[in-house]
């Protein structure tokens, strides 16, 4: 995941003092990735869970996409506007605000009664996962000096790309324990001692601190139209389907549209000193090519796991334990090739982004074709795994050096705001390939599930085909160093 810091003219206030190394930085960085835990491992933990929701509140297949979907669009509208708040008001005030309601929403969707409530739920816990989470890269910035950092934000990414593994089988072993009799609220439950914890440790070991150069009018206004236009966007593909495609929708879907792009304009017109999205950014042919790239990217793996998740259990018979262990096959493959990224990228540049996306392209076909193969009969794992793990080769090709190829083309003083944008385009194109491939695929489901697989799958290989044409317009090699203002994993 990226996120969006700060610029590199933090000053801090409180107790951190710049001159001096805040001495319990690394127990205050161990608490910030506990809690950064809780949105890595969320944003996965619900998938394998989610057959045995629906079955649980008897949800209909647009709730199951909105059980995904509300999370990560209530990120996606939040998370620029916290990390402006944080730099305003303090961070250890986002931070411990993010954490606190991040729990709240947690208890809410453990004691779900109904799929509509769920679905509220997580949409809180997505905005709270906004607020905390800039909070945590920013203030790394601040607590670890220029030959301590690099040490930190490696520290975080290697937890971060272990936490999708992780959360996956974690969701299916949880559901299947059945402690209690919880069953899945239990994916929920687990979240409250860790947040318990990370309040108790993060109000004595995380320092305040704030930019104090951070002057001028926060948008508000914009980031109530974002939200409003990201919503309307969404909203009718996903109950488009459900609806008969009605003429309602498709004027929702042109107004969410026309409105998350007038306010790349209007906010210059406002002079806002800080605006949500730049107007001057989108002029430059590589950010607007990776903007889609991160766009299509994440929905095709959002989409495509969704579909293979309820056909794993629902359609095969898999427990949701038995599901999450096939996943890791997924994030095995991008732990084993990410040591040969960075060699990669020197020799190459962007030709292993293109690779990439034909790879994990590649290892979908093999998927696909394995799904076909068996017809309605039991898939067993093992025809399933190569293609997992060629899947996770490519994801790791293509993301590791994505953001901050695309930030080598922006100006410095934009890169911080340009890396939000990025993250909320990764959060809010996972949102829309859980709509528009949840839809295909339930749009067959009636004539089986294999059947509805093997028609879902080619939309997120179209998008990763997609994804390697549109390599071609980022930079040949990296120029500069951003990797302050943004940390991908």
Not at 152 to 158: D, P, S, T
Request: proline content about 4%.
């Amino acid at each position: 995941m990226s996120f969006s810091t700060t610029d590199a003219t933090d000053t801090a206030s409180g107790d951190l003092d710049q001159a001096t190394p805040y001495p319990r930085r690394w127990a205050a960085a161990f608490v910030m990735i506990l809690a950064a835990l809780l949105d890595m491992i969320d944003g996965s933990i619900v998938n394998t869970a989610l057959p045995s929701i629906g079955t649980n509140l008897h949800a209909t297949p647009a709730e199951l996409q909105w059980t995904v979907s509300a999370y990560m669009l209530g990120f996606a509208a939040t998370l620029i506007i916290a990390g402006h708040l944080g730099d305003r008001y303090g961070r250890k005030t986002l931070f411990m605000t993010g954490v606190i309601a991040f729990a709240a929403a947690s208890l809410a969707s453990a004691l779900a009664q109904d799929a509509t409530m769920l679905v509220v739920s997580r949409g809180i816990q997505g905005v709270a996962a906004a607020i905390l989470m800039p909070q945590v890269l920013a203030s790394f910035r601040t607590m670890f000096d220029e030959h301590e950092r690099g040490k930190a934000f490696a520290l975080y990414g290697a937890i971060a790309g272990l936490s999708t593994a992780v959360g996956v089988l974690l969701g299916g072993v949880l559901t299947d324990w059945n402690l209690f009799g919880w069953g899945w609220r239990t994916i929920f439950i687990i979240n409250l001692p860790l947040a318990a914890l990370v309040l108790i440790l993060g109000a004595l070991w995380i320092p305040s601190s704030r930019d104090n150069a951070f002057t001028g009018r926060i948008d508000l206004l914009g980031n109530l139209i974002l939200a409003a236009g990201l919503v309307a966007i969404v909203l009718p593909l996903v109950q488009g389907r459900s609806n008969g495609w009605p003429l309602w929708g498709w004027l929702c879907l042109a107004a969410g549209v026309l409105a998350v792009a007038a306010l790349t304009f209007t906010e210059r017109l406002r002079r806002i000193e800080h605006p949500l999205l730049p107007a001057s950014l989108f002029t430059k042919p590589a950010f607007s090519a990776g903007l889609l790239i991160q766009l299509l990217f994440y929905g095709g793996m959002s989409g495509f796991m969704l579909a293979f998740t309820i056909w794993l259990q629902s359609g095969q018979g898999y427990t949701p334990t038995q599901a999450g262990l096939l996943m890791v096959a997924f994030s095995t493959g991008s732990i084993v090739a990410a040591p040969a990224v960075d060699p990669l990228v020197e020799k190459i540049g962007r030709n292993v982004m293109i690779l990439g996306a034909l790879i994990m392209g590649g290892g979908l076909l093999w998927v696909r074709h394995a799904i076909q193969a068996s017809d309605q009969f039991h898939t067993g794992a093992w025809p399933l795994v190569p293609g997992l793990l060629v899947a996770g080769v490519g994801l790791i090709f293509l993301i590791i050096p994505l953001v901050n190829t695309i930030l080598s083309a922006v100006p410095a003083e934009l890169a911080g705001g340009a890396s939000g944008i990025l993250s909320t385009a990764q959060q809010f194109g996972g949102a829309l390939g859980v709509a528009v491939i949840g839809n295909v695929f339930f749009s067959h489901a009636d004539r089986g599930l294999t059947t509805a697989l093997v028609h879902a799958a080619p939309w997120a290989v179209g998008a990763y085909a997609l994804c390697a044409v549109l390599c071609f317009a980022l930079p040949r090699k990296a120029v500069g160093n951003h990797a302050d203002e943004a940390t991908t994993v």
